[in-house]
């Protein structure tokens, strides 16, 4: 039976955790306050086109929930790429993930502005890096294990 010890800076990797931790707040934070000012009422999830055209409200609203959406949507396939690199390499997935988490902020106060293409800022573009970093360097790290499991 073989073991496996963490490396000695696997703590570092508490701190890209609390930040996807503050996001999702920070994104909470936000939509529940568009909410609030666009008068939506729950269960609705989205205004219809017409409406939030109307109202700059409305699409700040649909503009924020549609924000913390698509972080919902991609945060899971980050973390999982996270927590594997972290095992191997804590220091490198802490620095992408962190970036990363920078980038979904400036992707939230972009989008959350009502403007649709605010969202596409140089922070938020550069964050992709990170994002095909993890994925990389995670597919770099199976594949060299699996062989010399296999080999």
Same mark, same amino acid.
């Given at each position: 039976m073989s073991s496996f010890t963490l490396p000695p800076a696997f703590p570092i990797v508490g701190l890209p955790l609390v930040g996807a931790f503050a996001l999702n707040a920070f994104q909470q934070t936000r939509v529940m306050s568009a909410r609030k000012a666009a008068g939506v009422k729950y269960p609705t999830l989205y205004v219809s086109e017409a409406e939030a055209n109307a109202d700059p409200k409305k699409m700040i609203y649909n503009c924020t929930q549609r924000a913390h959406g698509n972080t919902l949507e991609n945060i899971p396939y980050m973390l %999982? #790429? *996270?927590g594997f690199l972290s095992l191997f390499h804590p220091k490198l997935a802490s620095i992408f993930m962190s970036h990363w988490i920078v980038g979904r902020f400036s992707y939230t106060l972009g989008y959350s502005s009502g403007n649709p293409s605010g969202r596409m800022s140089f922070i938020y573009k550069t964050s992709y890096l990170s994002l095909f970093?993890? *994925?990389? %360097?995670s597919g770099y790290v199976a594949i060299?294990?699996? #062989?010399?499991?296999? #080999?």
């Amino acid at each position: 039976m073989s073991s496996f010890t963490l490396p000695p800076a696997f703590p570092i990797v508490g701190l890209p955790l609390v930040g996807a931790f503050a996001l999702n707040a920070f994104q909470q934070t936000r939509v529940m306050s568009a909410r609030k000012a666009a008068g939506v009422k729950y269960p609705t999830l989205y205004v219809s086109e017409a409406e939030a055209n109307a109202d700059p409200k409305k699409m700040i609203y649909n503009c924020t929930q549609r924000a913390h959406g698509n972080t919902l949507e991609n945060i899971p396939y980050m973390l %999982a #790429l *996270f927590g594997f690199l972290s095992l191997f390499h804590p220091k490198l997935a802490s620095i992408f993930m962190s970036h990363w988490i920078v980038g979904r902020f400036s992707y939230t106060l972009g989008y959350s502005s009502g403007n649709p293409s605010g969202r596409m800022s140089f922070i938020y573009k550069t964050s992709y890096l990170s994002l095909f970093g993890l *994925f990389l %360097a995670s597919g770099y790290v199976a594949i060299t294990k699996s #062989l010399e499991i296999l #080999l």
